[in-house]
Each structure stands twice: as structure tokens, then as C-alpha cells.
């Protein structure tokens, strides 16, 4: 027997269909509602609102499962590659090794952009924050690449801009850090792998012989997977909605890209380092901004903890503060602000405020602390997030399309003026 739910409005009974999704949840098909019952449902920030049914990513917030088609965080970032990972999400199988070799094969053709995206780069002062580089590069693909703004494009011609994405992105992503430092540009070294290759164009300078760490270039695939995909999160909700206008998959993701650099989204890793910079500058005394967090007077807010979904704990940070641990004592890094990190984590985990709050350390909490002791610069921390995040937001943006799903338009409950007559200038 099919499950359903029944609402009640004004003494009315009407019933709605119940979905089940393939790990049990439920949701209520609300797709008639307006019509049947005259009213809508209203949701801010969509906390308990399915936007679609998707077969790339399983979270479970309670059990701090995290899934990508059907594989376990743990095993990928343990076995996989993040080039690897980007196949699976986008084509939701492992590639064989020939499907793999092909597509990096694919990927290494397209890594050089179009030499007038200099022209592009140059007109940005180097006081321009990455993210608005990168979304501002990436978008400009429209232009060198009109043909991908056809909404009906061949699978062939969509193949080819989601390998362009992936190629270009570690590309735009060393030059906006160029640009940011003032130095030239470098061009993509295809003998290398995904990660290398990204390594030698953000920290080679001319005329000096430039040797990629192995032990960071790990560190940073590792990194990448963790961060590949995450269902509807703000930003993948952002490139669905702008995809379901039908807009290219370039102006969909550039779009991700500013819904990213938020401070409460991705952009939470750039604060978290300047958060525990703060708190170490300040002595270390972690029980004053554990009750500046939990002061609703204060805006302060412990950047890196609390989630959306996760209630008992994100697994990418597990991961990631183990990997954290592994990668600063490879690298001989002593990072005063991980001890701070641990510190706060175990104060502010047996505080009542965060344990009624279900508050935990998430994804962005450590991950600053690895990108750090690669040598990334803080500003280009978020950049590192949407270069993991890209595969996810294609194999999201590339479902959409194939589903043939509406474009998004929700509606809203106005609470604005009655109708009332104009009133002309001389009588206000
Ligand atoms: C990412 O969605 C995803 O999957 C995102 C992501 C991904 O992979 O795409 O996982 C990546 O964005 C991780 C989150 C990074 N952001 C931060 O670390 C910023 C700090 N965290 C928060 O601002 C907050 O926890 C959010 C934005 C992550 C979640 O916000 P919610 O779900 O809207 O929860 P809320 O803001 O309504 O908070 C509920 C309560 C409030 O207190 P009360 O009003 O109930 O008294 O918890 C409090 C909040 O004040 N709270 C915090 C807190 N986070 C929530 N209090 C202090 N410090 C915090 N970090």
C-alpha cells in the first residue's frame, strides 16, 4: 500500500503521495498543492524542502554517513582519486581503466585557456579576492566557447564543456592567485597529474626549478575528494536553479562559485583560520570566544562548526583532522592554531550550547589547517573548495538537464501593502 499524508486546511482533508527514496527517507509530493488546496508551503532556507529526487549523494546528518553513488567517503578518500571521484560523480559509475586514462587523456588536452583571457585577467586589480576571479574567468568560457550555450547541445558538446571545466578550472584558479601576488602567469605542465599540475602553476616562479612535493600534491587529491560533492548545499542549489533556466553549464557554475564564497558556506574556511589566528593572537584563551559564541549579543560566531544536515558529526572532518595530523608531522609543520583547533573542538563539544544545538566541527574546520601547511594562501582556501566542488556541481547540473526538470520558480507568501491609490508628489 502506497504512504501518504494528509493535510488538513479549514476543516478540509486533502492527501498527498509520500516518495521514498532508495535508503528509506520520505518526502511528501507536494507537486499539486497549490492546486488542490490554494495554499503553499512556506520553508525559509529550505530546511525541510526535497527540491528534487537525485541519484549522485547520500547523506545521512544522524549517522554522519556521506555517500558518493553509493561508495563510502572513507573508502574513496582512502582508495580513489579525485579525478577518479570526478567520473563517478558525473558518469555514476567507476571508470574502467581505460574510461579513467581517456578521461584524464581528454582533461590534459584542454588545460591551456584562450590567450585573451589575459587580457580579462589584467583589467582585475591585485587586490581582487580569487573567488571573484574565478567566477568571473570561468563565466568568460561563454564567450570563447559561444556554441555551449545551446540549450539542446549533443551529449558530445556537453562531454566536451565538462572536460573543459575540469581542465581549466586548477588553470584560472593559479592565475587569480598570479594575479593576486603580482606575479606572471604559468602555463599547465600536462606531464604532471591533476594536482601537480595545479601545485606548479600557482607556485613556480620564472627562472627557478620548481619540484612538486608528492606528499602535498596526496594531500590536496585527498582534499579534493572530500570536498567533490554534498547534495543540494547552497551552492549546488544555486548552479541547479541557474541550469534550469537552461543557461550553460559555464554561467551555471559560475554562479555556484559566488554562492560558494559566502562566509557561512565555503567561505567558512578562510574564516576559521582567521578565527583561531584571532583567538591565538588573543593568548589562546578558547573559553572567551567559546561564550562569544554562544553570546547572542555578540555576532561572533565559531566559524567551521554547526551543519545544515550533520547532527552528530561531519565524517570529512574525521578525515580531515586525521589527515591534518598525518600531513603537518610529514611536512614538519608546527601549526600552533591545531592545538587551538583540538582545544576548541573538545571544550566546545561538552558545552551544553553547542551539545542542545547538535553543533560540530564541519568540513571547513580543519581543512584550512592542511591548505595552510601545503602553502596555500588563505584568501585561496575557498578556491581550493570550488575546485573540489566542481565535479559534484556538474554531475548535479548535467542530472537536471537529463531529468528534463522545470525551470526553479518558487512562490512566496507577500506581506507587503494592501492595494492603495497613488498619491501625487505635491500631496506627500
Ligand atoms: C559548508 O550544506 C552543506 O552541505 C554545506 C557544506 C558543503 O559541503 O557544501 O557542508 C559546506 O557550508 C559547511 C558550513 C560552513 N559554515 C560555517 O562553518 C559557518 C558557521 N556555521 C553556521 O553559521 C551554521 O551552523 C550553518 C550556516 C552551517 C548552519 O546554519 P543553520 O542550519 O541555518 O542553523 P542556524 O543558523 O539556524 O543555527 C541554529 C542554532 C542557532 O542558535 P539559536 O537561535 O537556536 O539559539 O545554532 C546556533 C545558532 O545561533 N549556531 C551557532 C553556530 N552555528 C549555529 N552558534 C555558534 N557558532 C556556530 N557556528
Known amino acids: 500500500m502506497a504512504k501518504t499524508a494528509e493535510i488538513i486546511i479549514e476543516g478540509k482533508s486533502y492527501t498527498f503521495p509520500i516518495v ?36 549522485i549523494t547520500f547523506l545521512d546528518g544522524d549517522k554522519g554517513i556521506l555517500r558518493y553513488r553509493g561508495y563510502s567517503i572513507e573508502e574513496l578518500a582512502e582508495k580513489s582519486t579525485f579525478l577518479e571521484v570526478a567520473y563517478l560523480l558525473i558518469f555514476g559509475e567507476l571508470p574502467t581503466p581505460g574510461q579513467l586514462s581517456g578521461f584524464s587523456g581528454d582533461i590534459k588536452n584542454h588545460t591551456m585557456v584562450h590567450e585573451d583571457i589575459k587580457k580579462i585577467l589584467d583589467g582585475f586589480p591585485s587586490s581582487a579576492h580569487p573567488m571573484g576571479v574565478l567566477s568571473s574567468l570561468f563565466c568568460a568560457q561563454t564567450a570563447f566557447y559561444p556554441e555551449s550555450l545551446d540549450p539542446n547541445r549533443s551529449k558530445e558538446g556537453v562531454y566536451l564543456s565538462i572536460v573543459r571545466s575540469l581542465a581549466k578550472m586548477p588553470t584560472f584558479a593559479a592565475w587569480a592567485y598570479k594575479n593576486e601576488v603580482g606575479h606572471p ?13 595545479f601545485l606548479k602553476m600557482m607556485f613556480a616562479l ?36 541557474v541550469g534550469s533556466s537552461k543557461a550553460s553549464i559555464y554561467s551555471s557554475i559560475s554562479a555556484g562559485i559566488n554562492a560558494l564564497w559566502g562566509p557561512l558556506h565555503g567561505g567558512a574556511n578562510q574564516e576559521v583560520i582567521l578565527m583561531l589566528e584571532e583567538i591565538k593572537k588573543d593568548g589562546g584563551n578558547v573559553d572567551k570566544w567559546i561564550n562569544k559564541a554562544k553570546d547572542k549579543n555578540d555576532p561572533f560566531r565559531l566559524m567551521g562548526f554547526g551543519h545544515r544536515v550533520y547532527k552528530n558529526f561531519d565524517p570529512r572532518a574525521r578525515i580531515i583532522k586525521k589527515a591534518a595530523d598525518d600531513v603537518l608531522s610529514k611536512l614538519g609543520v608546527n601549526d600552533p592554531t591545531l592545538e587551538i583547533a583540538m582545544k576548541l573542538e573538545e571544550i566546545a563539544l561538552k558545552d551544553p550550547y553547542f551539545i542542545e544545538r547538535k553543533l560540530y566541527p564541519n568540513v571547513d574546520f580543519y581543512s584550512g589547517i592542511i591548505y595552510r601547511a601545503l602553502g596555500i594562501p588563505v584568501d585561496m582556501f575557498t578556491v581550493m573548495f570550488a575546485i573540489g566542488r566542481l565535479p559534484g556541481w556538474i554531475a548535479q547540473w548535467k542530472e537536471l538537464r537529463e531529468n528534463k526538470e522545470p525551470i526553479g520558480r518558487p512562490r512566496q507568501i507577500y506581506t507587503g501593502s494592501n492595494q492603495r491609490p497613488y498619491v501625487g508628489l505635491d500631496k506627500r
Not at 185 to 197: E, H, Q, T, W
Open 20 to 55: 521514498e527514496g532508495s535508503e528509506g527517507e520520505m518526502g511528501i509530493d507536494i507537486g499539486n498543492l497549490l492546486e488542490q488546496t490554494g495554499a503553499v508551503t512556506l520553508d525559509f532556507g529550505y530546511k525541510n524542502t526535497g527540491a528534487t529526487t537525485s541519484a
Open 185 to 197: 602567469v604559468n602555463y599547465p605542465d600536462n606531464s604532471l597529474n591533476y594536482c601537480s599540475r
Open 206 to 241: 620564472p627562472a627557478e626549478h620548481y619540484d612538486v612535493d608528492p606528499v602535498v600534491a596526496a594531500a590536496l587529491d585527498k582534499l579534493l575528494i572530500l570536498h567533490a560533492d554534498h547534495e543540494q548545499n547552497c551552492s549546488t542549489s544555486t548552479v541547479r536553479i
